[in-house]
Nanobody
Framework: QLQASGGGLVQAGDSLRLSCTAS????????MSWFRQAPGKEREFVAR???????AYATSVKGRFTISRDNAKEMVYLQLSSLKPEDTAVYYC??????????????????WGQGTQVTVSS
């Protein structure tokens, strides 16, 4: 029900935009987020957006990444800028209905996308 796309191989300092298409759910009722998982590491929260467009970010990406959504198109985006090699990971879009302000963890996610690989070379 969630399909992520837009990953690729880029150089440090480059930008990339990830997209996620939702289907089969009442999109407006869900808070949407992005997680990422690097090799050998646990999946970690990256950014989250409320149905009204309020964003929240992990400290490691604040000021470099921007999450947005289009409720009419049922899509969520993640703009990645000033990319660093440590941003290399598989990026997953996710949907949840936990209250805004909740420290979102993987356990609270209801739907996951299939992931898209982002590789940043130095």
């Amino acid at each position: 029900q969630l399909q992520a796309s837009g990953g690729g191989l880029v150089q440090a300092g480059d930008s990339l935009r990830l997209s996620c298409t939702a289907s089969g759910l009442t999109f407006r009722n869900y808070r949407m987020s992005w997680f990422r998982q690097a090799p050998g590491k646990e999946r970690e929260f990256v950014a989250r957006i409320s149905s009204g467009g309020h964003g929240a970010y992990a400290t490691s990406v604040k000021g470099r990444f921007t999450i947005s959504r289009d409720n009419a198109k049922e899509m969520v985006y993640l703009q990645l800028s000033s990319l660093k090699p440590e941003d290399t990971a598989v990026y997953y879009c996710a949907a949840d209905r936990s209250p805004w302000g909740t420290a979102l963890t993987s356990a609270l996610v209801i739907y996951w996308g299939q992931g898209t690989q982002v590789t940043v070379s130095s």
